[in-house]
């Protein structure tokens, strides 16, 4: 985490950080834009840090690797192929996160050398030392590099420490710029100012938090029960009921995070806006809903291992049984997304801090986004790493 965060405040060669700050603390204040834009980065983009982009370009590869994962049929066998396969695609994971890096540092050396990184007329005068091709190959360079850093650093808390690398790295920085952002309303708008907005980031980022773990717990346990000539093969006893769980993606925050990532770029009239995004927020749900499971393929295993729902002949009558519960399930969850999307924003109005700032509705989704990745990936190994410690400690209480 020191090194990560070393990264993230160390300047790369060429740049003159005093300046580099200077302007940036005049600039950024007040633009939710590169408010947000700092929040991901964790405060290393608009200062050129060592690792500009943070975690970022990481969890951008990731996805990226697995779209092409389910597009190559021979990138998908590689998945069973044990660890052989996970080798070539750790492989393909680096060279993937070194291309993103290159096309992202490029872009910054770019920017930073036609003085187009921050605004206004003298942002480009003095912040570096090198100008022209030096200058942008230092930056291209440096950032490619601590993108694979961060990739192996990620990779290295995976395996010795707790929780996912990746969702921990993401955390550390999102927190290390969001008390900043907080801060400056202090100091625009006093003690009282400040306080009522804080209480609502909190009451924002608490209810948001909630809504998406309740979706995540959410579900409907649809009652199932046993042919008796399957009882032999599956469990002992008579024909007792058991319970098909339907649980949809839950995916929480990511349609929500995308949808006002998607429109922070805009800068729409208040109500157009929280229209907009619970609308892009919702269909993203349904998207990611419709990419679940399949119901008939859920009928066919049930029909296959001679298990029937009370009340509803197999075949097509269960199919549509599952399909109808499934529907309100989805409609639940598509609600309740866009929901989550315009919650942080509606509580910011309500204060009258929508503008002004350079945190905003979209700041806090992934703030809370982010805490719940990797506080839930934490628990989960302390879960694992309990179960383990007793098990291990049962097996030696019964040796002789």
Do not use: K, N
């Not at 983009?45 to 969890?59: E, H, M, S």
């Not at 309740?214 to 399957?230: C, E, L, S, T």
């Not at 009921?241 to 805009?266: E, Q």
């Amino acid at each position: 985490m020191v090194l990560f965060r070393l990264g993230q405040s160390l300047p790369q060669p060429g740049v003159d950080p005093a300046v580099l700050r200077r302007v940036a603390d005049r600039t950024l204040p007040g633009d939710q834009l590169r408010g947000l834009v700092d929040l991901v980065t964790g405060g290393g983009l608009y200062r050129l840090a060592l690792l500009p982009f943070g975690a970022l370009v990481v969890f951008l590869a990731r996805p990226l690797l697995r779209g092409l994962t389910r597009v190559s049929p021979r990138l998908a066998a590689l998945r069973a192929e044990g660890e052989a396969g996970r080798a070539v695609l750790r492989r393909l994971e680096s060279r993937t996160t070194l291309v993103l890096g290159l096309l992202g540092g490029l872009a910054l050396g770019l920017a930073a050398d036609t003085g187009r990184l921050l605004p206004g007329p003298a942002a480009g005068d003095g912040m570096l030392r090198w100008h022209g091709l030096p200058a942008v190959a230092a930056i291209t360079g440096c950032t490619a590099l601590g993108a694979l850093a961060v990739l192996a650093l990620a990779r290295w808390m995976t395996r010795y420490g707790l929780g996912h690398g990746l969702a921990v790295l993401l955390l550390a920085q999102v927190l290390a710029v969001l008390p900043g952002q907080l801060w400056d309303v202090e100091r625009e708008s006093g003690p009282a100012g400040y306080a009522l907005v804080l209480a609502a980031a909190l009451v924002a980022l608490a209810a948001t938090t909630a809504l998406v773990i309740a979706g995540r717990r959410g579900g409907r346990h649809v009652p199932v029960q046993y042919a008796r000539r399957m009882i032999g093969v599956r469990r002992s006893g008579g024909g007792e009921p058991t319970y098909l769980p339907l649980v949809l993606s839950h995916r929480g925050f990511v349609p929500a995070v995308a949808a006002a990532l998607l429109l922070a770029p805009c800068a729409p009239p208040r109500l157009p806006y929280l229209v907009l995004l619970f609308v892009i927020a919702a269909l993203g749900a349904a998207v990611a809903v419709r990419a679940g499971g399949s119901v008939p393929g859920q009928a066919r295993v049930m029909e296959r291992e001679g298990a029937f729902v009370p009340g509803i002949r197999p075949g097509r009558p269960t199919v549509e049984y599952l399909a109808y519960v499934r529907g309100r399930l989805a409609v639940a969850e598509v609600l309740g997304t866009g929901l989550v999307a315009v919650l942080p924003t509606l509580a910011l109005v309500a204060v009258g801090a929508a503008d002004g700032y350079r945190f905003g509705g979209a700041s806090l989704l992934v703030a809370a986004g982010t805490a719940l990745g990797a506080v839930g990936s934490v628990l989960g190994d302390v879960q694992e790493a309990t179960a383990t410690r007793r098990y291990a400690e049962y097996v030696s209480d019964r040796r002789p």
